[in-house]
């Protein structure tokens, strides 16, 4: 079974700066799919960023960019230039696939707040 | 471009009682999922379904029944509520089961069960 764990319950930034969201998972699966889902207070699930196990290169999506480590079955998203817009929880998920069926394994989820 | 729609979007439910939870999608998608979230524990996998008429257990399957009578509705039976079903309910679609293919969310059903 896969997990995904958050070890940040809370994070805060100010506008404009730079934050780090951090997510560790474990699975024996070799080709599999990670993502980060935003949550804003809209409870609307919004997908941010995904990465392919296979490329190497990591996954940019304008101002959002993930810091993708295989072998430490690591996947931080990176956010720059924070935005007040940008206050929301984040989630990353892991989908195995086709064994999974789709299933998407969340973590608990870090809350994100961006200072005026 | 409706997307992923849930009815209701809130609820309050006396223990004991029943209710059904509607999601529908307009995408064509084959894949439909629902997911519930409480706090501190993300969102986590009830039952899913890979196609009309086909139905699976999730994670945290006891409680709940589904039907996926057509291909566009997935429909989550509470048939005795519990308050330990007290949660935000989402409902997800997607085209395959590949991780390419986007999984869409519905807005959330929020219910409580006193």
């Known amino acids: 079974a896969q997990t995904v764990t958050q070890s940040q319950p809370e994070m805060s930034v100010q506008e404009a700066e730079t934050v780090t969201l951090s997510c560790t998972y474990d699975?024996?699966?070799?080709?599999?799919?990670l993502f980060w889902y935003k949550q804003p207070p809209s409870r609307q699930m919004i997908l941010v960023i995904r990465?392919?196990?296979?490329?190497?290169q990591n996954a940019t999506e304008n101002r959002f960019s993930v810091n993708f480590q295989k072998a430490a079955k690591s996947f931080s998203l990176k956010i720059s230039d924070s935005q007040l817009g940008d206050t929301a929880m984040y989630f990353c998920?892991?989908?195995?696939?086709?064994?999974?069926?789709?299933?998407?394994?969340f973590g608990q989820g870090t809350i994100l707040t961006v200072h005026p | 471009n409706a997307g992923v729609t849930q009815t209701p979007k809130f609820r309050v439910l006396k223990t004991g009682q029943s209710m059904t939870l509607l999601c529908a999608q307009d995408?064509?998608?084959?894949?439909m999922y629902w997911y519930r979230q409480d706090p501190g524990m993300g969102l986590r996998l009830i039952h899913y379904?890979?196609?009309?008429?086909?139905?699976a257990k999730g994670e945290v399957p006891d409680g709940y029944n589904v039907s996926r009578l057509k291909k566009q509705n997935f429909l989550l039976g509470l048939e005795s509520a519990a308050p330990s079903q007290t949660s935000v309910y989402f409902c997800?679609?997607?085209?395959?089961?590949?991780?390419?293919?986007?999984?869409?969310f519905g807005p959330g059903t929020r219910l409580t069960v006193l």
């Open positions: 379904s890979v196609g009309e008429g086909t139905t």
């Open positions: 997800a679609s997607s085209y395959s089961q590949l991780g390419r293919d986007t999984q869409y």
């Open positions: 699975t024996s699966e070799n080709n599999y799919y």
């Open positions: 990465q392919e196990a296979y490329k190497q």
């Open positions: 995408m064509n998608h084959e894949y």
């Open positions: 998920a892991f989908n195995a696939g086709g064994t999974s069926y789709g299933k998407l394994t």
